[in-house]
């Protein structure tokens, strides 16, 4: 068993995640491995999660939140999962 960095929970279930950088992280859930290493929205400061959209070194949620913090860029910001080609 092993303690889960975030909550303190002592789980067998436990898991590593180890980072590019060489850190090591243990936790006892997605949740709590979220909130330790998921990017925050620069604009609204909700954790980065799914693919997120970079602007110049900053790190956004979605292409709304980084359209609001870049606006001179306009609608060269877009998502792109799952949108129409055309």
């Not at 998921?38 to 292409?63: D, K, N, Q, S, T």
Request: glycine share 10%.
């Amino acid at each position: 068993m092993a303690t889960c960095d975030v909550c303190g929970n002592d789980y067998w279930m436990s898991f590593e995640i180890h980072t590019k950088s060489g850190d090591v992280h243990t936790f006892d859930s997605l949740e709590c491995a979220a909130q330790r290493i998921a990017p925050v929205c620069e604009h609204c400061g909700c954790r980065i999660l799914g693919h997120g959209v970079e602007v110049e070194g900053r790190f956004f949620c979605c292409a709304h939140c980084a359209r609001k913090a870049h606006a001179r860029l306009g609608e060269q910001i877009r998502d792109t999962v799952g949108a129409h080609p055309g």
